[in-house]
């Protein structure tokens, strides 16, 4: 039997919507400094393993990882890319760890959306190049398409996809990373711009820059370390077609397979009353909704009708992105599941300031990896 | 420590300048030979990796996922790791740490590369790998940093074109025997200093070709392994290491960063003389003069030594320590990640006596396969057993 893994050192920077005074180089090395310094460790000679999320076209770089040792402290050690979400890249440390080799690991994931000139154009390059490409369909149409289709076959009105929205950018106010918090009400989305109906611009995360970085240890080095651990229980990840034209628009089955993977290691058989929070993807505001369906957190009946309540709300019974999620905190890309999962420990280990919940002993997270992509990563999280 | 993980099927396509198939299809064909190889199916098959390098090459952002079907990766957990050229070989330290953590019995590993999407010519896609502000507008490619690469090495040693070129006649003359093979051919020495120069002291048959092609290959926990076949290939180590970025800044003449990861492996498989204790060795061969540096990298042999042993012909496929049997990148083809796997399916087709006219001569009980890429900057190892 393996030893139980634990997050041992967090850090982050700001996440804002343009960061013209510092590099992505600058950003992952800000997140570093704060990870180590909370882990207590020297990334030189005690980290055993690195694992950086990105994407070479939102880099704007071929073969990114070449950039990623120096500002991590990584140079001529253990250290490769996983090209997914870093919730993809926290289930990699958890395997590396889990073979007995390696003691410490440390994931980064970071986004510098504000370089990028062209993200639309970048986007429509991950559609198929035969038989989509050529139809010039813009992700948010694609995203539209969606949300009707859940919409529509789950009774879920525009008012309670609009609540998704509220609450997590005013969950984002008292977050002190949030770069997208603002305090909007339903009437707001009366006014809201069509983007591709019924979606609309407020309904849409938008881009923000930043980093994140985290350091997991395994047990026995957890306890050598000074810093209080939160146990990793459970990493799923799982992906569907990747075509557009053969894959459920309504249901996505890759992300009840991987939680069914998550919870079986985290032996969770009621997740709907097991976890204390949940941290899901909320990159369009019907995402979160589909999201909580397919995790098994909700029903397609009371999943529109318990947002419009309250019950997913900070002060409710099961509260759902109360880090204000990629709506409230910024769309980051590959970085955008390892934000959640960065204010998911914050929470579980009571360091959430103003955030705080009464109640946080288990949680989990889910990413996903946007238009037009069917891949999805769950970790579970208990204190 | 971990579980053993073991090698139990492989696939391969033929290597050619320019497949009629997609990427999707060739990921497909070479899964499907990997899977029929041990008689196995889609659904014994818990996990799945897939290698490519950039995106650039295809013009699809996000490829792990556009060819996630492909790769028998619907419906499963599906992971695209990534070391640029080193991809091939860490595509296998992937799928280890797969089985080897107890989360999954058996991963399948497939490493795709279709480079001719790229037109012209798949050396343009290169000038994005270097950094946007100091090198880019210098329009870099690979064939010039290598030259000043392989400038240092001979400079560093005393070396002649000759002394280079013997490594390309060997592995193009060992791919005649292989069926997969690109460019296999019996040239000599002469042919070799004669071929067009392309940045100097590169000429256009010290490098290898531009490639499309997949392999894949099965890597399961020994319970399964045992099931499955009566040979199984045990991965008895994996290392990587990803130098600095600033690679002007190196002594481009010994590839510290693969002696970096051969230690890791070698550590974990227990070699402690690998010059010894190795039997048969597939270093990454994109140049000529990449297997002579790969092989000190490696410690089969002291610095600035390999030359020699090239010349007394103990590299040969009938030699006391055959290097790239296979044909290597400069004889079967270089599609970029694929090309790294194609070693390790050469080292299991030699250490279960499987390869034919091209099996070595000595009896071989554990291989090295080397794969490195990125800006001269990261290696990766694997070493196989039986």
């Not at chain 1, 076209?57 to 490769?80: C, K, N, W």
């Not at chain 1, 939160?230 to 890759?254: K, Q």
């Given at each position: 039997m393996s030893e139980r893994i634990a997050v041992v050192g967090i850090g982050a920077t700001q996440f804002r919507t343009i960061t013209p005074d510092?590099?992505?180089?600058?950003?992952?090395?800000?997140?570093?400094?704060?990870?180590?310094?909370?882990?207590?460790?020297?990334?030189?000679?005690?980290?055993?393993?690195?694992?950086?999320?990105?994407?070479?076209?939102?880099?704007?770089?071929?073969?990114?990882?070449?950039?990623?040792?120096?500002?991590?402290?990584?140079?001529?050690?253990?250290?490769?890319?996983?090209?997914?979400?870093?919730?993809?890249?926290?289930?990699?440390?958890?395997?590396?760890?889990?073979?007995?080799?390696f003691g410490t690991a440390v994931v980064e994931a970071h986004s510098k959306a504000s370089n990028m000139l062209t993200p639309d154009g970048i986007a429509a390059c991950a559609q198929d190049p035969v038989t989509v490409r050529p139809l010039c369909l813009n992700s948010n149409f694609i995203a539209g398409l969606e949300m009707n289709r859940f919409c529509a076959e789950n009774?879920?009105?525009?008012?309670?996809?609009?609540?998704?929205?509220?609450?997590?950018?005013?969950?984002?106010?008292?977050?002190?990373?949030?770069?997208?918090a603002a305090g909007l009400s339903l009437d707001d989305f009366k006014y809201a711009k069509p983007v591709s109906l019924p979606l609309t611009d407020l309904d849409i995360a938008q881009p923000v820059d930043g980093a994140i970085v985290i350091v997991l240890a395994t047990e026995s080095k957890a306890k050598e370390l000074r810093g209080k651990p939160?146990?990793?229980?459970?990493?799923?990840?799982?992906?569907?077609?990747?075509?557009?034209?053969?894959?459920?628009?309504?249901?996505?089955?890759?992300v009840t397979k991987a939680a069914k993977m998550a919870y079986g290691q985290a032996g969770v058989t009621d997740p709907r009353h097991y976890f204390d929070f949940a941290e899901v993807d909320d990159t369009y505001t019907y995402k979160e909704l589909q999201h909580l369906v397919a995790l098994g957190l909700a029903s397609p009946c009371d999943v529109g009708l318990n947002t419009e309540q309250g019950k997913t709300a900070r002060n409710g019974k099961r509260p759902v992105n109360v880090s204000g999620g990629a709506l409230g905190m910024g769309y980051m890309y590959e970085a955008s599941g390892l934000a959640r999962f960065y204010c998911a420990v914050q929470q579980l280990r009571g360091e959430a300031g103003a955030m705080q919940?009464?109640?946080?002993?288990t949680a989990i997270v889910q990413a996903w990896r946007g238009v037009p992509t069917a891949s999805t990563a769950v970790i579970t999280l208990a204190a | 420590m971990g579980n053993r993980?073991?090698?139990?099927?492989?696939?391969?396509?033929?290597?050619?300048?320019?497949?009629?198939?997609?990427?999707?299809?060739?990921?497909?064909?070479?899964?499907?030979?990997?899977?029929?190889?041990?008689?196995?199916?889609?659904?014994?098959?818990?996990?799945?990796?897939?290698?490519?390098?950039?995106?650039?090459?295809?013009?699809?952002?996000?490829?792990?996922?556009?060819?996630?079907?492909?790769?028998?990766?619907?419906?499963?957990?599906?992971?695209?790791?990534?070391?640029?050229?080193?991809?091939?070989?860490?595509?296998?330290?992937?799928?280890?740490?797969?089985?080897?953590?107890?989360?999954?019995?058996?991963?399948?590993?497939?490493?795709?590369?279709?480079?001719?999407?790229?037109?012209?010519?798949?050396?343009?896609?290169?000038?994005t790998i270097f950094d946007h502000i100091i090198e880019r507008p210098l329009k870099p490619n690979l064939l010039w940093i290598f030259a000043l690469e392989m400038n240092r090495y001979m400079t560093t040693y005393g070396l002649r074109k000759e002394d280079i070129a013997r490594v390309a006649v060997k592995n193009k003359t060992n791919a005649l025997y292989h069926p997969c093979a690109q460019i296999a051919a019996p040239v000599t020495v002469e042919d070799v200093l004669n071929s067009e120069v392309l940045a100097w002291p590169v000429q256009r048959l010290?490098?290898?070709?531009?490639?499309?092609?997949?392999?894949?290959?099965?890597?399961?926990?020994?319970?399964?392994?045992?099931?499955?076949?009566?040979?199984?290939?045990?991965?008895?180590?994996?290392?990587?290491?990803?130098?600095t970025a600033y690679w002007t800044n190196r002594d481009l003449c010994y590839p510290r960063y693969v002696e970096e990861a051969a230690r890791m492996a070698y550590k974990m498989a227990g070699v402690t003389d690998p010059?010894?204790?190795?039997?048969?060795?597939?270093?990454?061969?994109?140049?000529?003069?990449?297997?002579?540096?790969?092989?000190?990298?490696?410690?089969?042999?002291?610095?600035?030594?390999?030359?020699?042993?090239?010349?007394?012909?103990?590299?040969?496929?009938?030699?006391?320590?055959?290097?790239?049997?296979?044909?290597?990148?400069?004889?079967?083809?270089?599609?970029?990640?694929?090309?790294?796997?194609?070693?390790?399916?050469?080292?299991?087709?030699?250490?279960?006596?499987?390869?034919?006219?091209?099996?070595?001569?000595?009896?071989?009980?554990?291989?090295?396969?080397?794969a490195w890429g990125d800006l001269m900057q990261v290696g990766t190892v694997v070493v196989l057993g039986v």
């Open positions: 510092v590099s992505y180089k600058e950003l992952m090395f800000d997140a570093a400094v704060r990870a180590y310094a909370d882990a207590g460790i020297n990334p030189r000679t005690e980290v055993d393993t690195f694992v950086t999320c990105a994407e070479d076209y939102i880099e704007g770089t071929s073969i990114f990882d070449e950039y990623v040792p120096d500002q991590l402290g990584a140079a001529l050690r253990q250290m490769h890319t996983i090209t997914g979400d870093g919730l993809h890249g926290i289930a990699t440390a958890v395997m590396q760890l889990r073979t007995g080799r009774g879920i009105t525009r008012d309670q996809c609009s609540a998704v929205a509220v609450k997590n950018r005013s969950n984002a106010l008292v977050n002190p990373i949030a770069g997208q939160v146990w990793l229980t459970g990493a799923g990840w799982c992906n569907g077609s990747p075509n557009l034209e053969t894959r459920d628009w309504s249901a996505p089955e890759y919940l009464p109640k946080a002993k | 993980v073991a090698i139990v099927g492989v696939g391969m396509t033929k290597f050619v300048r320019r497949a009629l198939e997609t990427g999707k299809e060739l990921s497909w064909l070479a899964s499907k030979m990997a899977l029929d190889s041990c008689g196995m199916t889609m659904n014994q098959i818990d996990s799945v990796v897939m290698g490519t390098a950039p995106d650039t090459f295809d013009g699809v952002h996000m490829k792990g996922e556009y060819l996630s079907d492909g790769a028998g990766g619907f419906g499963k957990p599906y992971m695209r790791g990534f070391v640029g050229g080193g991809t091939g070989v860490f595509s296998v330290a992937q799928g280890w740490y797969h089985v080897a953590s107890g989360m999954f019995d058996t991963c399948l590993v497939v490493c795709e590369e279709k480079m001719s999407t790229f037109q012209p010519h798949a050396q343009a896609a290169f000038v010290d490098v290898s070709p531009v490639s499309d092609g997949a392999v894949a290959v099965i890597l399961a926990n020994e319970s399964v392994a045992r099931r499955v076949t009566d040979k199984p290939v045990w991965v008895e180590g994996c290392g990587w290491a990803l130098d010059r010894h204790q190795i039997h048969v060795a597939e270093p990454y061969d994109p140049f000529d003069y990449k297997e002579l540096h790969h092989m000190e990298g490696l410690m089969l042999c002291g610095r600035g030594e390999a030359p020699q042993l090239t010349a007394d012909g103990v590299t040969a496929r009938d030699g006391e320590l055959p290097v790239c049997p296979s044909g290597g990148l400069l004889g079967v083809g270089n599609p970029i990640a694929a090309a790294g796997l194609m070693k390790i399916a050469e080292l299991f087709w030699q250490l279960r006596g499987e390869a034919g006219k091209r099996q070595i001569a000595r009896k071989a009980k554990r291989g090295v396969a080397q």
